[in-house]
């Protein structure tokens, strides 16, 4: 085990300050998620509320004869837009409801741990509550 003299390792400080700001970056990417989701989710209402004033005028128009040519067509395009909202905001629902669970699972993770052991025993070996000896009970 001489080769293993010279191994330096950082201080448990610049270790925890490293992952802070590895988590933090990863926060902010969920941020930046949750951002483009409700960026597109406001796109596509207001194109859902076009569509659905279009329809009704669409649909008096038609029920009053005074629509033109190729009103049934123009008609079925907005009912498959307005169906085609609905399935996409329920993804993107799903989408944020996922980024959000994922941010609990970060916070979780990254909330203090008590010390099983104190740090003046760790690096002593011996039996493990078991009695075994194992990987870092073996003397």
């Known amino acids: 085990m001489a080769f293993l003299v010279g191994l330096k390792l950082r201080g ?10 590895r988590f933090a970056e990863l926060q902010t ?4 998620v949750s ?7 406001s796109g596509l209402h207001r194109r859902y509320e076009a569509a659905t004033v279009d329809a009704a005028f669409l649909a008096e128009a038609m029920e009053n004869d005074e629509a ?8 079925d395009g907005l009912a498959a837009t307005i169906s085609g909202y609905h399935r996409r905001v329920e993804e993107l629902r799903r989408q944020q409801a996922l980024v959000d669970e994922l941010r609990v699972v970060v ?3 990254t909330e203090p741990k008590p010390q099983a052991v104190d740090d003046a025993s760790a690096g002593q070996a011996g ?10 009970n073996s003397r």
């Open 12 to 21: 448990p400080d610049r270790d925890r300050q490293t992952d802070a700001r």
């Open 29 to 32: 990417s969920f941020d930046h």
């Open 35 to 41: 951002a483009a989701i409700e960026a597109e989710r």
């Open 68 to 75: 033109g040519g190729g009103s049934s067509s123009r008609m």
């Open 107 to 109: 916070a979780n993770f």
């Open 127 to 136: 039996p493990g509550r078991d009695g075994q000896f194992g990987p870092g």
